[in-house]
């Protein structure tokens, strides 16, 4: 099973953690079931950006974007080459590394 390390965050993921996942689960998916509690405004239906993600190691072996994530990506803050949505990013056989991102356009966080 891949690996997928988060790198710390002030306050969702403190220490930073690494997690296995199975290939064809998306990245936020395997984060939530972990316990690191990534925004996700819109329900993982791709029609927001909090979920956004950096792909530091690894992005290759994702999956494509498609068009909706690509223009949905672009109204993130803090856009990067390697940004992907969490709910769209889909593991496959390679290790991850994360970065969740310090901020993100939410202005309300709600557990889920």
């Not at 690996?3 to 710390?8: A, C, D, E, N, R």
């Not at 509690?37 to 993600?53: F, M, N, R, V």
């Not at 909706?68 to 709910?87: F, Q, T, V, Y």
Request: with cysteine; aromatic share 4%; proline share 7%.
């Amino acid at each position: 099973m891949p690996q997928i390390v988060f790198l710390p965050h002030p306050e969702l993921c403190p220490d930073g953690a690494a997690i296995e996942a199975p290939e064809g689960q998306t990245v936020l998916d395997a984060a939530l079931k972990n316990g690191i509690s990534i925004p996700h405004a819109c329900e993982k239906s791709c029609a927001c950006t909090t979920c956004h993600l950096v792909i530091r190691e690894g992005f290759d072996s994702l999956d494509e974007s498609d068009d909706l994530e690509d223009d949905m990506l672009d109204k993130a803050w803090g856009l990067e080459p390697e940004s992907r949505l969490g709910c769209q990013a889909i593991i496959r056989d390679e290790d991850l590394v994360v970065e969740i991102p310090k901020y993100n356009l939410n202005i309300v966080n709600e557990e889920h």
